[in-house]
Each structure stands twice: as structure tokens, then as C-alpha cells.
């Protein structure tokens, strides 16, 4: 993990929705991967791209996934924290996938129409009884109706998780998986909701009770063909890594070495040392577990690249250069780590290191335009090389992730005068101005 590199979610390919709230997000090459690794069959089987589908990590310990409009599902860092197992986030997955297909968000109109009905209903009653002399009467209508309404918007909003459960026994079925995963997480949920509020009315949730979804898909799911099919041992040893990974930057490290004491071999013990040992400060601790994970597997470029990021944290940049380097050649299609390269290159400060930089940062952010870090490292590089106006367009593209559209319109204006008229990178610094001159304006609005 980037040690973990936190952004605020800023774009609006993650939906509106989500990033209006400012929903903290984490970027790791590694844990992004292994979620479309496990994620992709099921997208297939529901009839999407994969590469058209963003999974977006959300800095949350709840169990909890979330789909908020477009193609983009939300998974928290609490689904592996607190799952046991690699078939758990695929049934989730696959739950929030039927939301996605069935594009349930932007759907939420047709749920609010009858509420909208019955509330205004409620509130012309209950104003023409209040103006008749019967105030109490009227007020009551006035509730009433409110109540009404939220119970009309509930039970559609039950509806759509029934739908998107069934869906997901579809896409699992398809994908081959079993639905066991999706079962015990309706248990946990089960447990959870016993605990919270043991007599809790079911018409005022947003799900149905989850030993009602469990009657209501387990026996269609014990009849599909995958049923029994087993774990796949490499997913469950790449979760377990992965979960271990998580731990390891989220947990303190003494609890970290609670659970995974140097006794224990393992790699998923040893990785998750790595990140205790460094939030400690203990780097030499951190290194030797990162040696011995690169021995075992010198071609994992994960391994090679939490050597390197360490290395340049504690400014070895010239040290943790070939163990980027070795990295960014193992995963030419990680933009992340082509864009840890391309820091610790600049971080060189070499007029050489720039030139190399520049192309490797180039394609990260091509690569991924969402990826703000790589925007921010292009300009340092465009901005030495005496590129002015490339220097401004990519310092735009950044301030608009940001959600700084004032700056963001500035440096845009800045690049449209520098740039060849017409040309592709022109268009794209008037696409911003003109982008970030609206979200200023409606910004604007907001405020009167």
C-alpha cells in the first residue's frame, strides 16, 4: 500500500453521490487488484466490462459495501477485516453488483414519487383541518402522512435489496462461485442486528431482516451447481495477505504483534510486520521481514515496491530506485507503482532522472487521470524541463480531483494560453476551465 495513500474521493466517476460527502478513500496497487481479480467473473456475469467497473476502497472498518450510481461499487476496509474468508467479499460483491445492473440508485426516483404523494397528501388535510378549527386533527394528519411516506420509501428501498440478492445468486452461479460466502455474511449481520436492537421494527429498515434474506435465498442457492464448490486456495491465500496487509497499516503495533509475533513464518505474518515495524519505527526490523518476503518471491513486484516506498520515506532515494524500478518493470499495468517510480525519480532531483520520470508519469496518469499524486509529480517534472504551459495544464487536472475548481480554473486559463490552439491537451484545459468555472458557479448558488 502506498503505506496506505489516503485521498479524499473527488471525482465524479465514483458518483456523486458518495464523493459529495467527502467519503475517505485508499489507492494500494495490490489490494485494487485483488478486488477486480475476485470481482471480475461476477461483472461478467452480470453483463459489464470489468474495465469499465471502478472499485473504490473506502476508509471504513464497518462491514459494509455500497453501490452509489454510475459503474463504480464501494467496498469498505471493514468487509476484509471483518470477513473469514475470500467467498464472504465475493457474495457481497456480487450482492452490490445487482444493485449496479439493475442500476438501483438512479432508480430512486420511482420510490420517492408515491412518498412524495402521501406527504403532500397529509400536509393539504391537514392544513384544511387546521384552518377548519381542528388543529390536533390536522397535526396528526400532517404526521401522519410524514410517517407514511418514509414506510412507502422503505419497503421500496426493501425491494431492491431482495432484487439485488437474487441477482447475486445469478452472477455467483455464473462465475462459478459458491453463494456459501453470501450465507455467512447474512449470519454476521444476523448476529449484528441482535445485538443492536433485538426487537427492531422491520418496516422501518432499509433491508430486510437478515434471517429473512437468508430464507429467502438460502434454498435457491443450495440448488445451484457451485454450491459445494470449494475455496479457491489461491484467492484465500491472496485475501489472507491482503487482510494481513490491511491489519498491519490499520492496527497499532503492538496489537499487530499480538497477532502475528515473529514466531510466526508465514506470509501474510511477515507482511503485516513489515507495516508494524515501520509505524514503530523499527526499520531495520522492517527490512529484514521485506528481505525475506523478496528472497521467497523475488518477482512479486508488491514486495519489491513496500521495500522501496520505505527506502524513499526515510530518503534512501537512491537505495529504493532499484527496488521501484524492479517493481514498475513486474507490473507495467499498475499505475500506482509507476507513479511511486516516477516520485523517487524526481525525488533525485537529476536533470536525467527527470527525463526518465516524465514518460513513466505520463502513462500512470493516462492510465489512471484519477490518480492525483502522478498530476502533481508531471508538474514538478514539466515545470524543470521549462514546460510552462504542460506544467499548468497538469497542475489544473490536480486541483480539480481536489475539488479546488478556483485554482483549478486559474492554471487552466494559465494552460490554454501556453498550449498549440486545437491540439488535444488545448481542448482538455478548456474542458477544465469550462468544468471548474461551473462548479464555481454552482457553488455560488449553494451559498446564497
Known amino acids: 500500500m502506498r503505506l496506505l495513500m489516503i485521498i479524499v474521493l473527488l471525482s465524479p466517476v465514483f ?10 478513500t485508499l489507492r494500494d496497487a495490490e489490494f485494487e487488484h485483488f478486488l477486480h481479480e475476485i470481482s471480475d467473473p461476477i461483472f461478467i456475469a452480470g453483463g459489464q466490462r470489468p474495465e469499465d467497473v471502478t472499485i473504490v476502497i473506502v476508509d471504513d472498518t464497518n462491514l459494509n459495501a455500497f453501490y452509489a450510481g454510475g459503474q463504480a461499487i464501494f467496498i469498505h476496509t471493514g468487509l476484509i477485516l471483518q470477513t473469514d474468508n475470500v467467498d464472504q467479499v465475493i457474495g457481497v460483491i456480487a450482492h452490490e453488483s445487482g444493485h449496479m445492473v439493475a442500476g438501483h440508485t438512479q432508480r430512486f426516483s420511482e420510490g420517492l414519487e408515491p412518498a412524495s404523494s402521501i406527504s403532500i397528501l397529509g400536509l ?3 392544513a384544511a383541518a387546521i384552518a377548519a378549527g381542528a388543529p390536533d386533527a390536522g397535526m396528526g394528519l400532517i404526521m401522519g402522512s410524514q410517517g407514511a411516506a418514509q414506510r412507502t420509501f422503505l419497503k421500496f428501498r426493501r425491494v431492491q435489496e431482495a432484487s439485488a440478492d437474487q441477482a447475486a445468486i445469478q452472477f455467483l452461479e455464473h462465475a462459478g462461485y459458491s453463494g456459501r460466502g453470501l450465507i455467512e455474511v447474512f449470519e454476521k449481520f444476523r448476529y449484528q442486528e441482535l445485538l443492536a436492537a433485538p426487537n427492531i421494527d422491520p418496516y422501518v429498515l432499509t433491508h430486510p431482516l437478515s434471517g429473512d434474506r437468508i430464507s429467502n435465498v438460502e434454498a435457491k442457492l443450495k440448488e445451484q451447481t457451485h454450491w459445494n464448490t470449494p475455496t479457491d486456495p489461491e484467492l484465500q491465500a491472496k485475501y489472507d495477505r491482503i487482510k494481513a496487509k490491511l491489519q498491519g497499516y490499520i492496527w497499532q503495533p503492538r496489537a499487530t504483534l499480538g497477532k502475528y509475533p515473529p514466531s510466526d513464518k508465514s506470509v501474510p505474518a511477515r507482511y503485516a510486520r513489515i507495516y508494524a515495524y515501520n509505524k514503530a519505527l523499527e526499520w531495520d526490523k522492517a527490512m529484514a521481514e521485506a528481505d525475506s518476503l523478496i528472497a521467497e518471491a523475488p518477482n512479486d513486484p508488491y514486495f519489491q515496491e513496500i521495500k522501496g516506498q520505505i527506502l524513499l520515506e526515510n530518503g534512501r532515494v537512491e537505495e529504493s530506485i532499484p527496488y521501484l524500478k524492479k517493481a514498475a518493470e513486474l507490473a507495467r499495468n499498475e499505475s500506482l507503482i509507476q507513479t511511486l517510480y516516477g516520485q523517487a525519480l524526481v525525488a533525485l532531483e537529476q536533470p536525467e532522472s527527470d527525463l526518465e520520470a516524465m514518460p513513466i508519469l505520463e502513462n ?10 502522478a498530476w502533481y509529480q508531471l508538474a514538478i517534472v514539466y515545470t524543470r524541463r521549462d514546460m510552462p504551459a504542460l506544467a499548468d495544464l497538469a497542475t489544473a487536472e490536480r486541483y480539480m480531483l481536489m475539488r479546488n475548481p478556483g485554482r483549478a480554473a486559474f492554471h487552466a486559463a494559465r494552460a490554454v494560453e501556453g498550449l498549440d490552439r486545437g491540439t488535444p491537451k488545448w481542448l482538455r484545459a478548456q474542458d477544465i476551465r469550462q ?3 461551473i462548479d464555481l458557479e454552482n457553488s455560488s448558488k449553494r451559498r446564497r
Not at 364 to 372: I, L
Open 364 to 373: 500512470a496518469a493516462r492510465a489512471d487521470p484519477y490518480n492525483s499524486f
Open 435 to 437: 468544468a471548474a468555472a
Open 15 to 24: 458518483a456523486p453521490a458518495a464523493w459529495a460527502q467527502g467519503i475517505r
Open 124 to 126: 393539504v388535510l391537514g
